[in-house]
């Protein structure tokens, strides 16, 4: 167990370094969450500072996902370089390899979120810090189970490029639209509310919503985490299973 601590802590770096020396990478992948920002909160009824407090969570959310989704392609481009066959014969253990890059989607998640929120607060939006900090520790759990399915994904598509990208984006705007990130789904038809009671996103998205505007002691608070648990157990879980099985 020490040993693979030890391996995790030295993957984690690696791949933390690239993203510390060019913040400018995660500027660019929230370029898209603010687009949506700007351009879906006027049309949003009711008061201005109303709908950032409902609408700000869950574009932070929407940037964790983005972001953790196509972290992947990284992995991707290590296995067209040799980088990664080169990885596989060190002596660092082979869930340390899995388990230390997604544990590296927590640091550019909370860098996004906390530039979201500061963009946001000049326009009236007005967030609890105590609940915002255990939302972040719930997008945690849901960047790293994410970003493991992401590398799972890239590891599946090594021989084949455009099969990552295809099956990323196929995936990625059902499960965004069913958490409701840009609209309420409760007016929505019921076979819509049925879809999405099983989208994990949507019970991370309600939690992030309630604890941002301070409403911590919710139903929505143990379900997101239980959510965001069983996202990264269940990514941890089949990203290792691929780590050790890659050749």
Same mark, same amino acid.
């Given at each position: 167990?020490?040993?693979?601590?030890?391996?995790? +802590?030295?993957?984690?770096? +690696?791949? #933390? +370094?690239?993203?510390?020396?060019?913040?400018?990478?995660?500027?660019?992948?929230?370029?898209?969450?603010?687009?949506?920002?700007?351009?879906?909160?006027? #049309?949003?009824? /009711?008061?201005?500072?109303?709908?950032?407090?409902?609408?700000?969570?869950?574009?932070?959310?929407?940037?964790?996902?983005?972001?953790?989704?196509?972290?992947?392609?990284?992995?991707?481009?290590?296995?067209?370089?040799?980088?990664?066959?080169?990885?596989? $014969?060190?002596?660092?253990?082979? %869930?340390?390899?899995?388990? /230390?890059?997604?544990?590296?989607?927590?640091?550019?998640?909370?860098?996004?979120?906390?530039?979201?929120?500061?963009?946001?607060? %000049?326009?009236?939006?007005?967030?609890?810090?105590? /609940?915002?900090? #255990?939302?972040?520790?719930?997008?945690? &759990?849901?960047?790293?189970?994410?970003?493991?399915?992401?590398?799972?994904?890239?590891? !599946?598509?090594?021989?084949?490029?455009?099969?990552?990208?295809?099956?990323?984006?196929?995936?990625?705007?059902?499960? #965004?639209?069913?958490?409701?990130?840009?609209? %309420?789904?409760?007016? /929505?038809?019921?076979?819509?509310?049925?879809?999405?009671?099983?989208?994990?996103?949507?019970?991370?998205?309600?939690?992030?919503?309630?604890?941002?505007? &301070?409403?911590?002691?919710?139903?929505?608070?143990?379900?997101?985490?239980? =959510?965001?648990?069983?996202? =990264?157990?269940?990514?941890?879980?089949? &990203? $290792?299973? !691929?780590? +050790?099985?890659?050749?």
């Amino acid at each position: 167990m020490t040993s693979l601590v030890t391996d995790t +802590r030295t993957v984690f770096s +690696r791949e #933390l +370094r690239p993203t510390l020396r060019s913040p400018f990478t995660m500027i660019i992948a929230m370029v898209q969450p603010l687009v949506f920002l700007g351009l879906f909160a006027p #049309l949003l009824p /009711g008061d201005r500072s109303a709908a950032l407090q409902w609408f700000v969570p869950g574009i932070i959310v929407m940037s964790c996902l983005f972001s953790a989704s196509m972290t992947g392609s990284n992995l991707l481009f290590e296995i067209q370089t040799g980088s990664h066959e080169r990885m596989l $014969v060190t002596p660092l253990r082979r %869930p340390a390899l899995l388990i /230390g890059r997604a544990l590296k989607e927590i640091v550019p998640m909370v860098a996004q979120a906390a530039l979201i929120v500061l963009v946001c607060l %000049p326009f009236g939006y007005r967030f609890h810090l105590g /609940g915002a900090l #255990l939302g972040l520790v719930v997008m945690a &759990g849901f960047s790293i189970g994410v970003g493991a399915l992401s590398y799972t994904l890239a590891l !599946a598509s090594k021989n084949q490029e455009w099969l990552f990208w295809t099956v990323q984006q196929t995936v990625l705007f059902p499960i #965004l639209l069913l958490a409701g990130v840009l609209l %309420p789904l409760d007016g /929505g038809p019921g076979w819509l509310r049925t879809l999405a009671a099983w989208n994990p996103l949507r019970y991370v998205v309600d939690a992030e919503r309630a604890l941002f505007d &301070g409403d911590i002691w919710q139903a929505t608070t143990v379900t997101g985490l239980v =959510a965001a648990a069983g996202v =990264a157990a269940f990514g941890l879980f089949v &990203g $290792v299973r !691929a780590m +050790r099985t890659s050749t």
